[in-house]
Nanobody, 127 residues
Framework: QVQLVESGGGLVQAGDSLRLSCAVSGGTFSAYALSWFRQAPGKEREFVAAISRSGSRTVYDDSVKGRFTIFRENAKNTVYLQMNSLKPEDTAVYYC????????????????????WGQGTQVTVSS
């Protein structure tokens, strides 16, 4: 059984940084493409960032490009989201997601493409 556990959320001020972590257990971590999504109150879940199996390819939503970085450490079975220059509009519950894939370079930005999800971690950015 694949389990994803996020951590690292919290309450910060605008302009601060946070690093989210997502530990993945079960299955073969190196076979997973991974991503981060977020959901603000009253809004639909939205894509934030994704990374390929190899870690060599990443993609970001325009709203976070240049501020957020997704990376993975296969030795630790963990994917991270480094968030810099946080804004109040970044306030949301952040979820990591995983899917197995046979393609080393593929990235996936649709929630429908993922079959494993974490429970979420709250990020609140005050102005």
């Amino acid at each position: 059984q694949v389990q994803l556990v996020e951590s690292g959320g919290g309450l910060v001020q605008a302009g601060d940084s946070l690093r989210l972590s997502c530990a993945v257990s079960g299955g073969t971590f190196s076979a997973y493409a991974l991503s981060w999504f977020r959901q603000a109150p009253g809004k639909e879940r939205e894509f934030v960032a994704a990374i390929s199996r190899s870690g060599s390819r990443t993609v970001y939503d325009d709203s976070v490009k240049g501020r957020f970085t997704i990376f993975r450490e296969n030795a630790k079975n963990t994917v991270y989201l480094q968030m810099n220059s946080l804004k109040p509009e970044d306030t949301a519950v952040y979820y990591c997601a995983a899917r197995s894939t046979g393609y080393t370079w593929s990235v996936y930005s649709s929630a429908r493409e993922y079959n494993y999800w974490g429970q979420g971690t709250q990020v609140t950015v005050s102005s």
